[in-house]
Nanobody, 119 residues
Framework: QVQLVESGGGSVQAGGSLRLSCGHTHRAYCMGWFRQVPGKEREGVTVIDISGSTRYADSVKGRFTISQDNANNTLYLQMNSLKPEDTAMYYC????????????????WGQGTQVTVSS
């Protein structure tokens, strides 16, 4: 079982940056970041597999970067040029067997960290 704890959320003005962190007990085959706003489904933001291969949602390409520090069991999400539409609860997730952008495929989840971007 993988335990995940997110941190780093907060409030920022449009155009600003934030870095989210996700401490985890051990590395899974696939690690990812998802986000959700009330009334909408949880959507995939970015994932990284054990080889370091990454995928991004079109809405964040060129602005967000996922990275993994294996020595410290920490997953990061660097978010630059933030927009009001990036406002959401952000979740870290892990899966032992597959790597996709679909939230329902992930086995383990953190509690989430809120990101609010004001215009």
């Amino acid at each position: 079982q993988v335990q995940l704890v997110e941190s780093g959320g907060g409030s920022v003005q449009a155009g600003g940056s934030l870095r989210l962190s996700c401490g985890h007990t051990h590395r899974a085959y696939c690690m990812g970041w998802f986000r959700q706003v009330p009334g909408k489904e949880r959507e995939g933001v970015t994932v990284i597999d054990i080889s370091g291969s990454t995928r991004y949602a079109d809405s964040v390409k060129g602005r967000f970067t996922i990275s993994q520090d294996n020595a410290n069991n920490t997953l990061y999400l660097q978010m630059n040029s933030l927009k009001p539409e990036d406002t959401a609860m952000y979740y870290c997730a892990a899966d032992r067997f597959r790597c996709s952008m679909g939230a329902r495929n992930f086995e383990y989840w953190g509690q989430g960290t809120q990101v609010t971007v004001s215009s």
